[in-house]
């Protein structure tokens, strides 16, 4: 009994060394930046994560984030952050304040994924709904790329594919990465959380359908769903830009966008199961000139 109890105790602190240090070595980076594709910048980032181990598995989430567009960069990772395994590293570069006094930093989720990027407000969507079970500030004097030590202007490459690289390649534990941060003094930014009032619903419209403009907010389906809307229902729309209203409509609440006919708006829950709107074959964002970020709002009432 004593060797069974003896090997089971062993097993456990195997389990926990795993889960506290091994968990980000399963050898994935995942590359987000506002950088594009024109250049050659990102084939430099993948170029020094192959540098120090051939053996990690590169791949990209988006290269055309806005440029500067922190919000969109946030959004981004909280829509595909969830889907990777325990122990993926991502590296997000959308940086306008690249060699100030920002933070560069690597948070783990409470769900055990790795995301390297500077903290200035990237972090707040993932934060919130994945948790942070930790953040640590990079030690540039050893978590950086030796011969960039006079380039202040690609930490992309220099720090954070370098960091997330000897991360997930295991060559550093994310203990040694550098020191421990408070999670309240992540940086965040604002914007109006989805809410239910007296029926009505207030959200963000935190990103656009891009290829086709249609327009999603961050109002979940299951709040959505207090309205007790069925499919046909119309409902009531206003659309806001820091507090000045562009958009006033009335549209169905429909399954599909086939559900109206061609240039007919619609409401509908997207493929993140959250309140969307659309026209049908057409350019919802263009037509009415919306666009998406924390300063742009909306309200949504049953008629």
């Given at each position: 009994?004593?060797?069974?109890?003896?090997?089971?105790?062993?097993?456990?602190?195997?389990?926990?060394?795993?889960?506290?240090?091994?968990?980000?070595?399963?050898?994935?980076?995942?590359?987000?930046?506002?950088?594009?594709?024109?250049?050659?910048?990102?084939?430099?980032?993948?170029?020094?994560?192959m540098g120090v181990?051939?053996?990690?598995?590169?791949?990209?989430?988006?290269?055309?984030?806005?440029?500067?567009?922190?919000?969109?960069?946030?959004?981004?990772?909280?829509?595909?952050?969830?889907?990777?395994?325990?122990?993926?590293?991502?590296?997000?570069?959308?940086?306008?304040?690249?060699?100030?006094?920002?933070?560069?930093?690597?948070?783990?989720?409470?769900?055990?994924?790795?995301?390297v990027t500077p903290?200035?407000?990237?972090?707040?969507?993932?934060?919130?709904?994945?948790?942070?079970?930790?953040?640590?500030?990079?030690?540039?004097?050893?978590?950086?790329?030796?011969?960039?030590?006079?380039?202040?202007?690609?930490?992309?490459?220099?720090v954070y594919s370098?960091?997330?690289?000897?991360?997930?390649?295991?060559?550093?534990?994310?203990?040694?990465?550098?020191?421990?941060?408070?999670?309240?003094?992540?940086?965040?930014?604002?914007?109006?959380?989805?809410?239910?009032?007296?029926?009505?619903?207030?959200?963000?419209?935190?990103?656009?359908?891009?290829?086709?403009?249609?327009?999603?907010?961050?109002?979940?389906?299951?709040?959505?769903?207090?309205?007790?809307?069925?499919?046909?229902?119309?409902?009531?729309?206003?659309?806001?830009?820091?507090?000045?209203?562009?958009?006033?409509?009335?549209?169905?609440?429909?399954?599909?966008?086939?559900?109206?006919?061609?240039?007919?708006?619609?409401?509908?829950?997207?493929?993140?199961?959250?309140?969307?709107?659309?026209?049908?074959?057409?350019?919802?964002?263009?037509?009415?000139?919306?666009?998406?970020?924390?300063?742009?709002?909306?309200?949504?009432?049953?008629?």
């Open positions: 009994m004593i060797h069974i109890s003896l090997r089971f105790g062993l097993a456990v602190a195997a389990m926990l060394l795993i889960w506290g240090v091994g968990r980000a070595q399963n050898k994935i980076v995942v590359y987000q930046s506002d950088f594009g594709l024109k250049d050659g910048a990102v084939s430099e980032m993948k170029g020094v994560a181990s051939a053996d990690l598995r590169l791949f990209d989430l988006t290269h055309e984030i806005p440029a500067y567009n922190i919000w969109d960069a946030a959004y981004r990772l909280q829509q595909t952050v969830p889907y990777w395994p325990v122990g993926t590293v991502f590296v997000s570069v959308v940086d306008p304040g690249v060699g100030t006094a920002r933070k560069s930093v690597v948070m783990r989720t409470k769900s055990g994924q790795f995301i903290d200035n407000g990237t972090l707040t969507l993932v934060a919130e709904t994945l948790g942070i079970g930790e953040i640590r500030e990079i030690d540039e004097a050893v978590n950086r790329r030796p011969e960039s030590r006079g380039s202040y202007t690609f930490h992309g490459r220099d370098y960091t997330a690289a000897r991360l997930a390649a295991g060559v550093i534990r994310f203990d040694q990465v550098g020191p421990l941060l408070p999670r309240q003094e992540v940086v965040s930014l604002p914007y109006q959380r989805a809410v239910l009032t007296d029926g009505v619903i207030r959200g963000t419209i935190p990103v656009l359908d891009v290829q086709y403009g249609n327009v999603w907010t961050n109002i979940p389906g299951e709040m959505f769903g207090q309205l007790k809307v069925s499919f046909g229902d119309v409902l009531l729309v206003k659309l806001m830009y820091k507090g000045r209203e562009v958009y006033r409509g009335e549209m169905p609440y429909e399954e599909t966008f086939g559900s109206v006919g061609v240039g007919k708006p619609l409401a509908y829950l997207n493929s993140l199961m959250q309140l969307s709107f659309a026209l049908n074959q057409g350019n919802f964002a263009a037509v009415n000139q919306i666009a998406s970020g924390g300063e742009w709002t909306v309200e949504v009432r049953k008629k």
